[in-house]
């Protein structure tokens, strides 16, 4: 069975890592870093361009994660699939030097 998505049971183990991980550097952010830069400016500063930036990537994670990362022809029907045309309506028997329009073009311009 072929998966759609990335939140299609069961999730890989790299899945799980990864999102441990970032929530892990996230808190360890808050928690050790911003506190310690000094002035309170600063501080203010870097919470927030890295919690902006922070939320810009849990956003692209899951919207990523969403995609159907597979060829529209593997989940394609079989009956309904043919090995002598491609799946986007374009002939794949015909060479393309054996076009008509590209002969009588060569054959108007000499």
Known sequence: MARR???ELPVHTFQVVAI???FLLSVAFYAFYSPFLGKDIYEHVAIGVY???ALCVFILYVR???IDPADPG???????ASPYRSH???SCTEHP??????LMRKEESQ
């Open 88 to 90: 986007n309506d374009k």
């Open 97 to 102: 030097s054996s076009n008509k329009d590209l």
């Open 64 to 66: 990523c994660t969403a």
């Open 5 to 7: 998505h990335g939140w």
């Open 20 to 22: 441990t991980v970032y």
């Open 51 to 53: 919690s902006f930036l």
């Open 74 to 80: 593997i989940l394609i029907e079989p009956d309904r």
